[in-house]
């Protein structure tokens, strides 16, 4: 009887919480803990490996708990706007395919890709992380441009996070053949030797939280957690500890939570941990 009875409490407790979601998170945070064992402010761990897709430019693979991303560079030569005859183009996309999550359905990119990946185009541009113009080949003729794909292969939370953290990794990882642009004939040749990394200055890093009950705090919520927010809040920051932006998706924060500093006192703490990892690259 013991032997059979263990299996059965798993069985109730995982049917308690698929039809009470609200009260099995409120239980569990009547005791100081979160289901996944986390304290409130605690994140999951993070790893980070590079250089695994040998047909990209740059690539990498992170895994934030168990959500799980995976992205390439690919570089490619194209003409500049007219307006901006020295700048090249940074193209950051994520794809959310159905084998990540039930809730996404094959077809057409979903409302929640296409709104992670303006947003990730907005951190990448607001952080500097890499100027334009160092994708020049020749002015007003060549330029480079980098298409940064991220897929997330498993989803269980927060993927903005994970897929910024992938794409820093995969453009740091990233090394473009030498261009070398031949006036006389109007063409560039490429070495199939010499290739240079990027210049990057700055790195980005995403920290998001979500308000619970307008009275708990949560850092890197998980997928069960995500609906059950009624606010989040991302931070993002640099290497350095300098506050590049704060976004809050969901409704306002309640005046009695002084939510936004306690969120930038933890993003930075996070910030100086992640570091550690890609200083590892």
């Not at 059965?8 to 009547?30: M, N, V």
Request: charged share 20%; aromatic share 6%.
């Amino acid at each position: 009887m013991a032997a059979t009875s263990v299996p059965s409490e798993e069985i109730r407790a995982a049917t308690f919480q698929r039809l009470y979601p609200k009260t099995y998170l409120e239980r569990f945070l009547q005791e100081n803990v979160r289901p996944d064992g986390r304290d409130f402010l605690e994140f999951r761990d993070c790893s980070i490996n590079v250089g695994s897709i040998s047909t990209a430019d740059g690539s990498s693979l992170v895994r934030l708990g168990d959500t799980t991303v995976v992205c390439g560079v690919k570089a490619e030569i194209a003409e500049p706007d007219l307006d901006a005859p020295e700048d090249g183009f940074l193209v950051p996309n994520l794809d959310l395919p159905p084998l990540c999550s039930p809730k996404y359905k094959p077809g057409p990119p979903s409302d929640d890709a296409q709104v992670i990946s303006s947003r990730l185009n907005e951190a990448l541009i607001l952080s500097g992380m890499l100027p334009t113009k160092s994708l020049c080949i020749q002015p007003g003729k060549f330029v480079w441009v980098l298409y940064v794909d991220a897929t997330c292969i498993n989803y269980n939370g927060n993927v903005f996070d994970a897929t910024l953290l992938a794409m820093v990794a995969a453009l740091k990882n990233a090394r473009l053949p030498k261009a070398v642009y031949h006036e006389e004939t109007n063409h560039v040749t490429c070495s199939r030797k010499l290739r240079e990394p990027l210049s990057l200055s700055g790195t980005p890093l995403a920290s998001t939280f979500g308000v619970f009950d307008s009275s708990h705090l949560l850092a890197d919520p998980t997928a069960f957690e995500e609906p059950l927010l009624e606010t989040t809040v991302t931070i993002i920051t640099d290497n350095g500890g300098r506050l590049l932006s704060t976004s809050q998706l969901g409704q306002y924060l309640p005046p009695e939570m002084d939510v936004l500093s306690e969120c930038i006192t933890n993003a930075k703490s996070r910030t100086t941990e992640i570091m550690k990892h890609i200083l590892a690259i």
